[in-house]
């Protein structure tokens, strides 16, 4: 479920392919200063604290206070929902490459509609408990993520192999090749010529996010102390390999021209086993499969922070009403709630046309929230290891107090970087007006970020439960 919550599926190749060669240059930033660091850190919080379900509550509030959990919890949680109809959009492409009408992809009313639809499916089946939402999770990973890249990889392979020319070789964007038109060569490091080059930063590391994000489901381990620094340490392993050589295939089959991060792995798909096979069947099925992993992507980040949010209101930070569980224990009405905002900001795929637009804008708004929290747990890594040394750690970062220091304090310059330059329009993703994009950045950060303060201010003591409430609201009377 942890390398689920990290490869929701593999929307994420095209985006990085786009960069060619250049990729490496922001799959290193983001594997060596944030994917190590947070899975280090997480693996070190989540088994000190593997008796607690709170995830970055827990680690955050033991640090800096209930305050600041409440905020790091929130901020992980509102940043999974805005992100939810930009991932189950990736879904609905493949459902339509399955159909063999690709054009629906860019169809913003479909794409929205499907969003909305296949949303409420997932929180009914979340609704039943962890159990089911596990299962569609882990066989979604294996069969809709894992297996088909492992397919494009061996097709790029393929490809290399019959001398078939390869992508970043006929790459005319000076950001991502250099020399003169039919005789380019690609680039190894970004070209830069302003902020604006970096600010993709933030996306790439995006693709990396959600190491910590199961860290509610620890108790539900046989042996969390042992386990999941250890299921943290495979995850990042799957998701380094997945999207490094999945975004290289991507790159090296499909034409720099028709790369669209909303369609561009069916495309290489259909290009890899038109040209090397003659046939097309094989899309089909690999799409439904793709449509599939992207569902149990998202399953695994839709009970996961919410989780996390329900034991804040049981501590008194929300209100009864969002305290309310179904007889399986299931935090329904955040669940119900949650569905309602993704409904409102899916209906923006029914009035914008260009769905590329949309799935950038909604992902860009997510970046700097995702980052804030982020932030808040590398510090409160640092700050448990100088207040709290004696405790009992199943897994600790090497090096000591100067270890931990240096890992989560290399991860804590980086989101700090990556927060800066998340407020620049990339170069490499033109989106209209650069101002409509720092507006939303800009808007959304400050919105989301200042109502868990809020929240926070106006909570009443009558809000927190106690264990005998606790246990009649969680049987369901």
């Known amino acids: 479920m942890t390398a689920a919550s990290i490869v929701t599926s593999l929307r994420g190749l095209p985006t990085m392919a786009e960069e060619e060669l250049t990729m490496f240059f922001y799959i290193g930033f983001a594997t060596l200063l944030f994917l190590i660091p947070a899975g280090l850190v997480s693996a070190e919080l989540g088994g000190a604290f593997a008796d607690r379900s709170g995830g970055v509550y827990t680690w955050v509030g033991e640090a800096f206070g209930q305050r600041w959990g409440f905020v790091a919890i929130w901020l992980q949680w509102i940043q999974n929902v805005v992100w939810y109809p930009t991932g189950l959009s990736f879904a609905g492409a493949a459902l339509a490459y399955t159909v063999n009408d690709p054009s629906l992809g860019d169809n913003n009313v479909y794409i929205g509609l499907f969003v909305i639809a296949v949303y409420w499916l997932a929180t009914l089946i979340a609704l039943t408990g962890t159990s089911l939402l596990a299962k569609v999770t882990q066989y979604?990973?294996?069969?809709?993520?894992?297996?088909?890249?492992?397919?494009?990889?061996?097709?790029?392979?393929?490809?290399?192999?019959?001398?078939?020319?390869?992508?970043?070789?006929?790459?005319?964007?000076?950001?991502?090749?250099?020399?003169?038109?039919?005789?380019?060569?690609?680039?190894?490091?970004?070209?830069?010529?302003?902020?604006?080059?970096?600010?993709?930063?933030?996306?790439?590391?995006?693709?990396?996010?959600?190491?910590?994000?199961?860290?509610?489901?620890?108790?539900?381990?046989?042996?969390?102390?042992?386990?999941?620094?250890?299921?943290?340490?495979?995850?990042?392993?799957?998701?380094?390999?997945?999207?490094?050589?999945?975004?290289?295939?991507?790159?090296?089959?499909?034409?720099?021209?028709?790369?669209?991060?909303?369609?561009?792995?069916?495309?290489?798909?259909?290009?890899?086993?038109?040209?090397?096979?003659?046939?097309?069947?094989?899309?089909?099925?690999?799409?439904?499969?793709?449509?599939?992993?992207?569902?149990?992507?998202?399953?695994?980040?839709?009970?996961?922070?919410?989780?996390?949010?329900?034991?804040?209101?049981?501590?008194?930070?929300?209100?009864?009403?969002?305290?309310?569980?179904?007889?399986?224990?299931?935090?329904?009405?955040?669940?119900?709630?949650?569905?309602?905002?993704?409904?409102?900001?899916?209906?923006?795929?029914?009035?914008?046309?260009?769905?590329?637009?949309?799935f950038f804008l909604i992902s860009s708004m997510t970046i700097t929230l995702y980052i804030i929290m982020y932030a808040l747990m590398y510090a409160s890594a640092i700050k448990l290891r100088r207040t709290r040394p004696d405790l009992p750690r199943s897994f600790k970062i090497p090096g000591g107090t100067g270890g931990m220091r240096t890992f989560a304090g290399i991860g804590l310059l980086a989101v700090a970087f990556a927060f800066a330059v998340s407020f620049i329009p990339p170069d490499q993703l033109p989106i209209g007006s650069p101002t409509t994009y720092v507006l939303i950045v800009i808007g959304g950060t400050i919105v989301f970020t200042a109502l868990p303060l809020l929240l926070y201010r106006m909570r009443k003591q009558s809000w927190r439960q106690t264990d005998e409430h606790r246990s009649l609201n969680d049987s369901g009377d």
């Open 140 to 358: 979604g990973f294996l069969l809709g993520t894992a297996l088909p890249g492992a397919i494009l990889v061996i097709l790029f392979i393929w490809w290399w192999a019959a001398g078939h020319p390869l992508g970043w070789e006929h790459a005319d964007n000076t950001a991502v090749s250099t020399g003169p038109a039919g005789h380019e060569h690609p680039r190894w490091a970004p070209y830069l010529v302003g902020l604006g080059s970096l600010s993709f930063l933030g996306t790439i590391l995006l693709n990396f996010a959600g190491v910590e994000s199961q860290a509610v489901h620890i108790k539900e381990m046989n042996n969390p102390k042992r386990d999941y620094p250890l299921a943290i340490m495979i995850a990042a392993g799957l998701a380094f390999a997945i999207f490094t050589l999945g975004a290289l295939a991507v790159s090296a089959i499909l034409p720099y021209k028709d790369m669209s991060p909303q369609n561009g792995v069916f495309l290489t798909l259909d290009r890899a086993f038109t040209t090397l096979m003659h046939v097309h069947w094989p899309v089909y099925i690999l799409a439904l499969l793709i449509g599939y992993g992207a569902l149990g992507g998202a399953l695994a980040w839709l009970a996961g922070p919410s989780k996390g949010l329900l034991a804040t209101a049981h501590d008194g930070m929300l209100p009864p009403f969002m305290q309310r569980t179904n007889s399986r224990g299931v935090q329904r009405n955040i669940l119900l709630i949650q569905g309602g905002i993704v409904t409102v900001i899916a209906a923006i795929y029914l009035v914008m046309k260009n769905v590329n637009t949309v």
